[in-house]
């Protein structure tokens, strides 16, 4: 946390239960104890019916690390403490999902009141039904914030390299560059991503885990989306694309000794809650 400043801005501004953060990924894991205090009606387009439960564990990782219930004397601190997280099950319990299923929940978050738009997924190729998704958010004030990618060899993956999506790449514990994250122009902004400690769904393969620890541009991206979400708990009447910029530049350059300003491996740097 104390990279991010994070402890410095909730001294600040520790979210408003009027903004929501929509987790469009596998699903939440409901009976949470850190995050059932928070949760609003979702929807699961994997099965095409209303309980968006997490049948895999990776949204209620991305979930926790976005919003967390903090200072209850359990588990972890999400970024955005009083926001409400929407979940929205766009993959299935393998973990893949098709773009339609994302445009959709996209769309329907927004058109219930998401303003942050968390997505910690992506594919390779590019599709005008998702980019369209992204674009109807930004223009009915909602952020999609995306991850980048994890394959250093690969460019960015969509829909995290569209125009009006914030990318997230991925920092390490020391601040520097994670060495694994997918680089290139479209990267907007990095969050720390190795062994991120969150939320986890206790029923995936009968871990009776309620927390674990992970690693991905997935972990980073909802770093960012909290961070938006307090934001926008202070303004909420910034737009997107102010807010998408705020985001961006006030980012520390931690990479500057290597590349001053932008560049496509961290964006312009890492990301400064305070």
Same mark, same amino acid.
């Given at each position: 946390?104390?990279?991010?400043?994070?402890?410095?801005?909730?001294?600040?501004? +520790?979210?408003?239960?009027?903004?929501?953060?929509?987790?469009?990924?596998?699903?939440? #894991?409901?009976?949470?104890?850190?995050?059932?205090?928070?949760?609003?009606?979702? %929807?699961?387009?994997?099965?095409?019916?209303?309980?968006?439960?997490?049948?895999?564990?990776?949204?209620?990782?991305?979930?926790?690390?976005?919003?967390?219930?903090?200072?209850?004397?359990?588990?972890?601190?999400?970024?955005?403490?009083?926001?409400?997280? !929407? /979940?929205?099950?766009?993959?299935?319990?393998?973990?893949?999902? #098709?773009?339609?299923?994302?445009?959709?929940?996209?769309?329907?978050?927004?058109?219930?009141?998401?303003?942050?738009?968390?997505?910690?997924?992506?594919?390779?190729?590019?599709?005008?039904?998702?980019?369209?998704?992204?674009?109807?958010?930004?223009?009915?004030?909602?952020?999609?914030?995306?991850?980048?990618?994890?394959?250093?060899?690969?460019?960015?993956?969509?829909?995290?390299?569209?125009?009006?999506?914030?990318?997230?790449?991925?920092?390490?514990?020391?601040?520097?560059?994670?060495?694994?994250?997918?680089?290139?122009?479209?990267?907007?902004?990095?969050?720390?991503?190795?062994?991120?400690?969150?939320?986890?769904?206790?029923?995936?393969?009968?871990?009776?885990?309620? #927390?674990?620890?992970?690693?991905?541009?997935? !972990?980073?991206?909802?770093?960012?989306?909290?961070?938006?979400?307090?934001?926008?708990?202070?303004? /909420?009447?910034?737009? /997107?694309?102010?807010?998408?910029?705020?985001? +961006?530049?006030?980012?520390?350059?931690?990479?500057?000794?290597?590349?001053?300003?932008?560049?496509? %491996?961290?964006?312009?740097?890492?990301?400064?809650?305070?």
């Amino acid at each position: 946390g104390a990279d991010i400043k994070v402890t410095d801005a909730w001294d600040r501004e +520790k979210g408003s239960p009027n903004i929501i953060i929509a987790i469009v990924d596998t699903g939440v #894991y409901l009976q949470h104890e850190d995050l059932k205090g928070k949760i609003i009606g979702g %929807f699961d387009f994997a099965n095409n019916d209303s309980d968006p439960s997490d049948d895999h564990w990776h949204g209620t990782h991305v979930a926790g690390i976005a919003a967390a219930e903090t200072n209850n004397g359990i588990g972890i601190a999400g970024v955005c403490w009083n926001a409400k997280i !929407m /979940p929205i099950k766009v993959l299935d319990s393998t973990g893949s999902g #098709y773009y339609s299923w994302i445009a959709d929940g996209i769309e329907w978050a927004v058109n219930r009141g998401a303003r942050v738009i968390n997505l910690s997924l992506g594919g390779e190729s590019s599709s005008f039904v998702l980019e369209e998704a992204v674009n109807y958010a930004f223009s009915k004030g909602a952020l999609c914030v995306a991850a980048t990618g994890n394959d250093r060899d690969k460019r960015v993956l969509f829909p995290a390299a569209y125009k009006n999506c914030l990318a997230v790449g991925a920092t390490n514990d020391r601040d520097l560059d994670s060495g694994w994250h997918s680089k290139g122009p479209e990267v907007d902004v990095s969050a720390p991503g190795e062994y991120i400690f969150s939320t986890f769904n206790p029923k995936y393969q009968n871990s009776n885990a309620n #927390y674990a620890w992970a690693s991905g541009t997935s !972990m980073a991206t909802p770093i960012v989306s909290g961070l938006a979400a307090l934001i926008l708990s202070k303004n /909420p009447s910034i737009s /997107p694309k102010d807010l998408m910029n705020l985001i +961006k530049y006030t980012c520390d350059d931690v990479n500057s000794s290597t590349f001053s300003g932008v560049d496509e %491996f961290l964006g312009y740097g890492r990301v400064n809650a305070k």
